[in-house]
């Protein structure tokens, strides 16, 4: 049906969404499309009701779908039929009396400082491209709390290092400016020294070996390599540093607005959830240090 595929566009090109997120919308949307067909007969998404989406988060519920992916579905339905209301396809929205599973708030993964310093100050690196590009793409990841996406595309001509500041390219094609340290400004120079000898005109900043752009997997798989030599949280990912920046920055007296600011999250709510971290801290220090706790 042309639904999904103009609202797919509409996100893409209207809203600027990036293309995870809009493959992600246009899956959730298909599985429902789908259910429709399998287990009512109809592809009209005029004709669904509520009893119909309330029948389909049942079945999610039995196929032991997590809450959290079942509420991001319906979040996408949601989504869609309001896309459809304005564009007048249907006349009322069948999610306004559908009540969604509740959810468990997950706390924000994130490394121990004491950890992180072992990264940094016990770990040896290569002294070669790679030894180089990897230590630099763990100490950006800490340091500015980047995104996987916003690393990988990060160019050349993003640094500025008369203003020892990085250009980030966010959700929606946002741009930010972020700061950098002298240490990690000097390493972005050792590393930019070593990359001229790839000989390569690629305007792109992190590089494989052979000259090519970074890609996510590689990314991924250089940063749960090192981490785990460091720490056993459960997950070892660039998000997790990205959390792990944030959680510390935090813990040492940043305020919330320029975490946010830092971060790219479009509202506060985003960035509050790094509070939880900070008063599970607080209370272990109380359990720990109090007669009676």
Known sequence: ????????????????YSIHTVNAYQKDLEQFQQYLQSEFETESF?????SFIRSWIVQLIEEDISPRTINRKISSLKSFYKYLLKNKTVDKNPLAKVITPKTSKRLPVFVGE?????????????NDYEGKRDQLILELFYATGVRLSELIELKLNSINFSNNTIKVLGKRNKERIIPIGNNLSQL???????????????????????????????????????????????????????????????????????IKEILGHANLSATQVYTHNTIEKLKNIHKQAHPKA
């Open 114 to 126: 004491q950890e992180i310093d072992n990264l940094f100050k016990n770990i040896e690196y290569n």
């Open 46 to 50: 005029k004709e669904v009701s509520s």
């Open 188 to 258: 972005i120079k050792e590393y930019i020294k070593e990359r001229e000898n790839l000989n390569n005109k690629e305007p792109q900043f992190f590089l494989t070996k052979v000259g090519k752009k970074m890609y996510p997997k590689l990314v991924y798989s250089i940063v749960n390599s090192y981490l785990s030599q460091v720490t056993t949280v459960s997950k070892k990912s660039p998000h997790v540093l990205r959390h792990t920046f944030a959680t510390h920055m935090l813990n040492n007296g940043a305020d919330l607005n320029t």
């Open 1 to 16: 049906m042309p639904h999904i595929s103009n609202f797919c566009d509409y996100l893409q090109h209207q809203k600027r």
